[in-house]
């Protein structure tokens, strides 16, 4: 799972009102797959991002911090471009959980596929 | 300016469906935002275009000067975008220059008789180029001729042929091509038409011959309606499909004979001739090859379900999931969902587009991969036959010896260790874009299509969905059913229990999906499984917020079908309309009485 699913995915039990963004509990196994870098799609993809789960997502991988606040100026900065890039669309998280902010259920993560399916008595 | 267009098929929906996407492809995207389309409601930020409208504008006129690939338009909105600050959001995506999903296509005259078995059309294009790139990409189009003359024999055709004295002007060589769409020529007819052409076209006089590699091909196009008239589907059933051509010819000339001379009477060998040749319809058009299908090269060297490591019982072509990928306007940078994904055949299709891909499916093990390790595809070749026969043609290690022997035969390649983690190791749908070198899915999911997990605010986020959704037939349709579990007996080793979805219900959840989660002015394109007989557009599924482009049968059985429709989103749904669906979602899975009675509880709270 890269971190750009992550951020699109959330909690959908019955109760649970926002159940967004998903919390990654520690001890995730990732593992980095080398993937083409393009500018065109960070550009086209960043409006559909929600930033600030992006960074506590990666703040909880512990991997390089991303600004909190993303500036014209950024567009422009190679590294920070690359980062961006290696956060969101080369890291895997390949076993780990994703835990509901508001529920606390937890959603595992096995070989790289979230299993994001509800219980029966959660619909 | 008209050029004939020569399909592969008779599949006339799907061919012409395809060819407007793909014109509309070609023809260049604009660039810029779309008119805010009442998104309140989604959340607060990123739930699509909300465009500052002076970089809208100027997007719009860079892209209209800009006549170039959508490539250079993306680079040019990225630049602008850089420039304008990304806080404004002003998302700069790619929108159709035309509405052209109403191909202007024109059956030739001569042709009018055999209706929607014509295998050529008239189509208006604007330039050679925008044919050519049109042709690019679809997979059911053979080839775009510029035609000089036709006429129902060669003769004919040649004497009326009157090229453009440009046409020729700056070539030296050329060969000509005989595309024939039910006529049977024998190879001295096929001679001797080259030969006619070659003396008698004018234009040629300065040219010299070169078979391979030529600067311009001269295409003889020659529909006979003998063998093609024989079903009044678009395509023909499957038995008659695959018979011999002389055995369809045989039975042609029987149905014939046997509704025009009665039941009892034998027609004599006169009269069958005669009933043979009066609906005959022969045309021959001579002409330019402006430009040709590229799908051997393009895809199917690269995408054949054969050569693919993991496939399922109903993995989709190649063929057919690019088609779906045309039709839904994959261009590079599209962000594309297969809410059904099974073994990602459909997403290999869009990521050869240049797509960026999401899947769902409700089987986390056909997404998992066996964990088997099988061998990289180079390994069949070197398989022997007996080997082949004996089922080990896909490298399946049994045992140590037949590991060890595998890795002999395979050299560098390295083998994959079944012990260690991970993706690299499973024989699962990430495998197939390893192999073939294209992107892989930005995410494949668990997750139930009747109730995808995706935040509150992801309305728009989609540029298509793409799906082939269970029929029910070789492959279930499932969800899952709102009941109570026993937390007590279980605990935490429950795992989900699925029931059956009805094909009624899935299209229910799957057009109501593609209501919220496209962006505006972008489509949904999926199989609908239909009894041939029932099937009247009433039955469709609709939406209210979609509008249906395109819908083509493709026939399974004599009975059994399936249709391709294609909808493309006029809007977002209200927020009353998006409540009422939601709740009507919760009541069928719960049950009316105790959605009320939450809805209650919660209001009373």
Same mark, same amino acid.
């Given at each position: 799972?890269k971190l750009?699913t992550?951020?699109?995915l959330?909690?959908t039990v019955?109760?649970?009102?926002q159940g967004y963004?998903?919390?990654?509990?520690?001890?995730?196994?990732t593992?980095?797959?080398?993937?083409?870098?393009?500018k065109?799609?960070?550009?086209?993809v960043f409006?559909?991002?929600?930033?600030?789960?992006f960074v506590?997502?990666?703040a909880?991988?512990?991997l390089?911090?991303?600004?909190?606040?993303?500036?014209?100026?950024?567009?422009?900065d190679?590294?920070?471009l690359?980062?961006?890039?290696?956060n969101l669309l080369?890291?895997?998280v390949?076993?780990g959980?994703?835990?509901?902010p508001?529920?606390?259920?937890?959603?595992p993560?096995?070989k790289?596929?979230?299993?994001?399916?509800?219980n029966e008595d959660e619909? | 300016?008209?050029?004939?267009?020569v399909?592969?098929?008779?599949?006339r929906d799907?061919?012409?469906a395809?060819?407007?996407?793909?014109?509309?492809?070609?023809?260049g995207?604009l660039v810029g935002?779309?008119?805010?389309?009442g998104?309140?409601g989604?959340g607060?930020?990123g739930?699509g275009?909300?465009?500052g409208?002076?970089?809208?504008?100027?997007l719009?006129?860079l892209?209209?000067?800009?006549?170039?690939t959508?490539?250079?338009?993306?680079?040019?909105a990225s630049r602008?975008?850089?420039s304008?600050?990304?806080?404004k959001r002003?998302?700069?995506?790619?929108?159709?220059?035309?509405a052209?999903?109403q191909?202007?296509a024109?059956?030739?005259?001569?042709?009018?008789?055999?209706g929607?078995?014509?295998?050529?059309?008239?189509?208006?294009?604007q330039?050679?180029?925008e044919a050519a790139?049109?042709a690019?990409?679809a997979?059911l189009l053979n080839t775009?001729v510029?035609?000089w003359?036709?006429?129902?024999s060669?003769d004919e055709?040649?004497?009326?042929?009157?090229p453009?004295?440009?046409?020729?002007k700056?070539h030296?060589?050329?060969r000509?091509?005989?595309?024939?769409h039910?006529?049977q020529?024998?190879?001295?007819?096929?001679?001797?038409t080259?030969e006619?052409?070659?003396?008698?076209?004018?234009?040629?006089?300065?040219?010299?011959v070169a078979?391979?590699?030529?600067?311009?091909?001269?295409a003889?196009v020659?529909?006979?309606?003998?063998?093609?008239d024989?079903s009044?589907?678009?395509i023909?059933?499957k038995?008659?499909?695959?018979?011999?051509k002389r055995?369809?010819?045989?039975?042609?000339r029987?149905?014939?004979a046997?509704?025009s001379?009665?039941?009892d009477s034998?027609p004599?060998p006169?009269e069958?001739?005669?009933?043979?040749?009066?609906p005959r319809?022969?045309h021959w058009f001579?002409g330019?090859?402006v430009?040709?299908?590229?799908r051997?090269?393009?895809v199917?060297?690269?995408?054949?379900?054969s050569?693919?490591?993991?496939?399922a019982?109903?993995?989709?072509?190649?063929?057919?999931?690019c088609i779906?990928?045309n039709?839904?306007?994959?261009?590079?940078?599209?962000?594309?969902?297969d809410?059904?994904v099974?073994?990602?055949s459909?997403?290999l299709s869009?990521?050869l587009?240049?797509?960026?891909?999401?899947?769902?499916?409700i089987?986390g093990r056909v997404l998992?991969g066996?964990?088997k390790v099988?061998?990289?595809p180079?390994?069949?070749?070197?398989l022997?036959?007996?080997e082949?026969?004996?089922?080990?043609a896909?490298?399946?290690?049994?045992?140590?010896?037949d590991?060890?022997?595998l890795?002999r035969?395979?050299?560098?390649l390295?083998?994959l260790d079944?012990?260690?983690?991970?993706?690299?190791?499973a024989v699962?749908?990430w495998i197939n874009?390893?192999?073939?070198?294209?992107r892989?899915p930005v995410?494949?999911?668990?997750?139930?299509?009747t109730?995808?997990?995706?935040r509150g605010?992801?309305?728009g986020?989609?540029?298509?969905?793409i799906?082939?959704?269970p029929?029910?037939v070789?492959?279930?349709?499932?969800k899952?059913?709102?009941?109570d579990?026993?937390?007590q007996k279980?605990?935490?080793?429950?795992?989900?229990?699925?029931s059956?979805?009805?094909?009624?219900?899935v299209f229910?959840?799957?057009?109501?999906?593609?209501?919220? #989660?496209?962006?505006?002015?972008? $489509?949904l394109?999926c199989?609908?499984? @239909? /009894?041939? *007989?029932?099937?009247?557009?009433s039955t +469709?599924p609709?939406?209210?917020?979609?509008?249906?482009?395109?819908?083509?049968?493709?026939?399974?059985?004599s009975k059994?079908?399936?249709?391709?429709?294609?909808?493309?989103?006029?809007r977002?749904?209200?927020?009353?309309?998006?409540?009422?669906? #939601?709740?009507?979602?919760?009541a $069928?899975?719960?049950g009316?009485?105790? @959605? /009320?009675? *939450?809805k209650?509880?919660?209001?009373? +709270?």
């Amino acid at each position: 799972m890269k971190l750009l699913t992550h951020n699109m995915l959330a909690s959908t039990v019955r109760g649970v009102s926002q159940g967004y963004p998903l919390g990654i509990a520690p001890g995730a196994v990732t593992e980095v797959h080398a993937c083409d870098f393009s500018k065109e799609f960070l550009v086209h993809v960043f409006p559909k991002l929600e930033w600030s789960a992006f960074v506590s997502a990666c703040a909880s991988l512990s991997l390089p911090t991303m600004p909190a606040e993303v500036t014209p100026a950024s567009w422009e900065d190679e590294s920070f471009l690359r980062q961006m890039h290696h956060n969101l669309l080369e890291v895997h998280v390949q076993e780990g959980t994703l835990i509901c902010p508001e529920s606390g259920r937890q959603f595992p993560v096995s070989k790289g596929i979230p299993n994001m399916l509800l219980n029966e008595d959660e619909i | 300016m008209s050029y004939l267009v020569v399909f592969h098929h008779t599949h006339r929906d799907f061919s012409l469906a395809e060819l407007a996407s793909t014109l509309s492809l070609a023809r260049g995207f604009l660039v810029g935002s779309t008119p805010d389309s009442g998104s309140a409601g989604c959340g607060s930020a990123g739930c699509g275009p909300r465009g500052g409208s002076s970089t809208g504008s100027q997007l719009r006129s860079l892209a209209n000067n800009v006549s170039s690939t959508h490539y250079d338009c993306l680079d040019a909105a990225s630049r602008l975008l850089a420039s304008s600050g990304p806080q404004k959001r002003g998302v700069p995506y790619l929108v159709d220059r035309h509405a052209a999903h109403q191909l202007k296509a024109r059956v030739p005259d001569a042709l009018t008789p055999m209706g929607a078995a014509a295998p050529v059309y008239y189509v208006p294009f604007q330039s050679e180029q925008e044919a050519a790139q049109a042709a690019q990409r679809a997979m059911l189009l053979n080839t775009i001729v510029d035609v000089w003359g036709s006429g129902a024999s060669v003769d004919e055709a040649i004497n009326s042929a009157t090229p453009h004295p440009d046409a020729l002007k700056s070539h030296k060589t050329f060969r000509v091509d005989i595309i024939s769409h039910g006529a049977q020529l024998s190879r001295k007819e096929r001679m001797d038409t080259i030969e006619r052409v070659v003396r008698d076209t004018r234009a040629l006089d300065n040219l010299t011959v070169a078979l391979s590699a030529p600067d311009v091909v001269v295409a003889v196009v020659v529909v006979d309606s003998l063998t093609m008239d024989l079903s009044k589907t678009n395509i023909l059933p499957k038995e008659e499909k695959y018979m011999p051509k002389r055995a369809r010819r045989r039975l042609e000339r029987m149905r014939i004979a046997s509704e025009s001379a009665g039941d009892d009477s034998t027609p004599t060998p006169q009269e069958q001739r005669q009933h043979e040749e009066a609906p005959r319809v022969i045309h021959w058009f001579v002409g330019k090859v402006v430009a040709e299908s590229r799908r051997n090269e393009q895809v199917n060297a690269v995408l054949p379900v054969s050569k693919r490591r993991y496939i399922a019982n109903t993995s989709m072509n190649a063929e057919m999931a690019c088609i779906m990928s045309n039709l839904g306007l994959v261009k590079p940078g599209s962000f594309v969902c297969d809410p059904y994904v099974g073994t990602a055949s459909i997403l290999l299709s869009v990521s050869l587009h240049g797509g960026h891909t999401m899947g769902f499916d409700i089987d986390g093990r056909v997404l998992r991969g066996s964990g088997k390790v099988w061998a990289p595809p180079e390994a069949y070749d070197s398989l022997s036959d007996k080997e082949r026969a004996c089922g080990k043609a896909k490298g399946y290690q049994e045992s140590a010896a037949d590991r060890e022997r595998l890795a002999r035969q395979l050299g560098e390649l390295p083998l994959l260790d079944e012990s260690s983690s991970g993706m690299k190791l499973a024989v699962s749908p990430w495998i197939n874009f390893r192999d073939t070198g294209l992107r892989p899915p930005v995410g494949l999911c668990q997750g139930d299509a009747t109730r995808l997990p995706f935040r509150g605010n992801a309305r728009g986020l989609f540029d298509a969905i793409i799906t082939d959704p269970p029929y029910g037939v070789r492959e279930r349709s499932r969800k899952v059913e709102a009941k109570d579990v026993d937390r007590q007996k279980y605990g935490d080793n429950h795992s989900v229990s699925t029931s059956r979805c009805e094909v009624d219900e899935v299209f229910e959840h799957l057009l109501w999906n593609a209501a919220h #989660l496209l962006r505006v002015g972008a $489509r949904l394109v999926c199989f609908l499984p @239909v /009894q041939r *007989e029932d099937y009247t557009p009433s039955t +469709r599924p609709a939406n209210v917020c979609l509008e249906l482009l395109h819908d083509c049968e493709d026939v399974l059985q004599s009975k059994f079908a399936r249709r391709l429709l294609v909808y493309v989103k006029r809007r977002d749904p209200t927020d009353e309309e998006w409540t009422t669906w #939601l709740h009507y979602r919760d009541a $069928r899975a719960r049950g009316a009485a105790i @959605v /009320q009675q *939450e809805k209650e509880q919660q209001q009373s +709270r």
